[in-house]
């Protein structure tokens, strides 16, 4: 792979703390991503906002509002991990889909291309812009935009099950699976909307758990012990 997409979720960015940052959590992942970069891998991310913000459970708050705040998450969480990353000693971009003053600059698949083909790690931010879109959706959507050889799910859990593992300890592990299994046992990697965008866009994924050691530079140069999610060819 030469050019990837990182979904990292908010919650594996918090550690044992389960909210906000823990900054030894993202320092480890910007040095991963720098030992990337400087192999030549080309490297946008995605970061949930689940840290903050998860207003889907929320019954008081209307569901567009709620995404909107989700959406500011995913900005409050771009600009602090971009920040981690370039303390380690990458350039950076945060892009959205929205204007946000000076804080970021304004999503298109030309000004994100040319970042990464500079060696910059682009991060988009602010969902799809849009309500009843997850990052789930977004993460593939701009996958393929930038026309992404692939997407690494970095996830507090270190691959998909038939079962949720927390609740099931006999919940069996797939090392591989089609993204049609995805859609057809509702297994949840990401959601519904995203599952299709991969399958209708031969858009692969690799799943694994991001507190294992060293686990996304391990992911690309195939020491992977998560799950792969294929798509067909015909």
């Known amino acids: 792979m030469k050019r990837v997409l990182l979904k990292l979720s908010g919650e594996a960015?918090?550690?044992e703390k389960k909210t906000g940052f823990d900054e030894m959590t993202v320092t480890g992942v910007a040095r991963q991503v720098k030992q990337l970069i400087d192999e030549g891998i080309e490297v946008a991310i995605v970061i949930g906002g689940g840290n903050f913000w998860r207003g889907r459970t929320s019954e008081t708050i209307d569901r567009t509002k709620a995404d909107q705040?989700?959406?500011l998450a995913t900005v409050m969480n771009c600009i602090y991990v971009s920040e981690i990353f370039r303390y380690v000693g990458m350039e950076t971009e945060v892009l959205t889909p929205f204007l946000c003053s000076s804080f970021t600059e304004l999503f298109s698949k030309d000004r994100a291309v040319k970042g990464l083909t500079e060696k910059k790690v682009i991060f988009f931010a602010g969902g799809t812009g849009h309500p009843y879109f997850s990052t789930d959706t977004s993460t593939v959507l701009r996958a393929i935009e930038?026309?992404?050889?692939?997407?690494?799910l970095a996830k507090a859990v270190d691959g998909v099950y038939d079962s949720d593992p927390k609740i099931n300890p006999n919940a069996k592990k797939y090392d591989e699976l089609s993204i049609q299994d995805v859609i057809d046992q509702k297994l949840g990697v990401v959601d519904m909307t995203a599952s299709i965008l991969c399958m209708e866009n031969k858009m692969p994924m690799l799943v694994f758990g991001l507190e294992e050691e060293n686990s996304i530079v391990n992911t690309i140069k195939g020491k992977f012990s998560g799950t792969k999610v294929v798509v067909s060819e015909t």
């Open 69 to 71: 705040i989700g959406m």
């Open 146 to 152: 930038i026309e992404a050889d692939g997407i690494l």
């Open 13 to 15: 960015l918090a550690g």
